[in-house]
Nanobody
Framework: QVQLVESGGGLVQAGDSLRLSCAAS????????MGWFRQAPGKEREFVAA????????????YYADSVKGRFTISRDNAKNTVYLQMNTLKPEDTAVYYC???????????????????WGQGTQVTVSS
């Protein structure tokens, strides 16, 4: 089992920055990819960013939704088993509940940008006012 706990959400103004954190615990050695997704009210959950590799990997490939490319950055601190989402130049349309997700090793090849992921955090609210 893997447990994920997000933090760092809040209420900000348009143009501001926030950094979300996702701390992983449990069988973290089994993780081969991490992702961030978000869900706005009345909308389906959507992909935001992903990084391949686990906390024992020295590097990984990153992927971003077009809507956040150039503004958001996903990164990882292996020593802390934590993944971050740095969000800059926030817009009102970024308002959503943000979820961290982890993918573990399996025999199935899956796109880093698409569900399903194996474990999910509880979500953290990000609200951007205009």
């Amino acid at each position: 089992q893997v447990q994920l706990v997000e933090s760092g959400g809040g209420l900000v103004q348009a143009g501001d920055s926030l950094r979300l954190s996702c701390a992983a615990s449990g069988r973290t050695f089994s993780i081969v990819g991490m992702g961030w997704f978000r869900q706005a009210p009345g909308k389906e959950r959507e992909f935001v960013a992903a990084m391949t590799g686990g906390f024992t990997w020295s590097s990984g490939s990153t992927y971003y939704a077009d809507s956040v490319k150039g503004r958001f950055t996903i990164s990882r601190d292996n020593a802390k088993n934590t993944v971050y989402l740095q969000m800059n130049t926030l817009k009102p349309e970024d308002t959503a509940v943000y979820y961290c997700a982890a993918r573990i090793l399996s025999g199935v090849v899956r796109s880093p940008t698409a569900e399903p992921y194996d474990y999910w955090g509880q979500g953290t609210q990000v609200t951007v006012s205009s």
